[in-house]
């Protein structure tokens, strides 16, 4: 692999004292993400949508390190949990990324470009509508295989089921998310630099 395409998630404009720093605090969120994903799953709906608060350090790490960070720890921590668990298999470790990517890049991207609480509430809200139509298409697509059912029953689960899980999933983590960043947030950013 070329210098270059191993620091593409590093940002460029910063020496190597930072990008291992950043490096550091992706490690750290995602064995922190690992650990709530491990701990606290809780069923919802259905037993293959389970709930745990293991987004709120990956958006932490979007916002506070970059959105290609961000990303990295969604995957991992996907991999990872799949390895631990082996709960979903393949296809649990495709939707965690899906929805847990989409969640992180609109939060990232809306607050980072103007970071204050109302571009976090934006980011929040984008995040929360894009991952429920994000989750819905790829539910049709995916679950059917998931469960060995045809997508007719996987229609039938989407309002009862789908829609409310992924509305309620990625609304409390990322209102978790900005309780976390209120009281962490400017240690965070300031070690960062």
């Known amino acids: 692999m070329s210098n270059t395409s191993s620091n593409m998630w590093i940002d460029k404009s910063v020496g190597s004292t930072v990008n291992a720093r950043v490096l550091a605090y992706s490690a750290l969120l995602t064995a922190l993400s690992v650990l709530l994903a491990s701990l606290y799953p809780i069923p919802l709906f259905a037993d293959f949508l389970l709930y745990e608060p293991a987004d709120v350090p990956i958006i932490l790490g979007g916002i506070t390190l970059g959105l290609g960070p961000g990303l990295l720890i969604a995957v991992v921590t996907a991999v990872v949990m799949m390895l631990i668990t082996s709960h979903g298999g393949i296809i649990g470790v495709i939707m965690n990324i899906l929805s847990t990517g989409t969640m992180v890049s609109a939060v ?16 929040a809200v984008a995040a929360t509508i894009a991952t429920t139509v994000v989750m819905v298409l790829w539910n049709l697509i995916l679950t059917p295989l998931y469960l060995g059912a045809p997508r007719e029953a996987v229609l039938k689960l989407l309002l009862p089921a789908i829609i409310p899980f992924n509305l309620i999933k ?24």
């Open 170 to 193: 990625a609304g409390v983590n990322t209102l978790l998310t900005y309780l976390v960043l209120r009281s962490v947030g400017p240690y965070l950013m300031a070690n960062k630099r």
């Open 108 to 123: 990232t991207l809306i607050y980072r470009s103007k970071p204050s609480a109302k571009r976090f509430f934006a980011g």
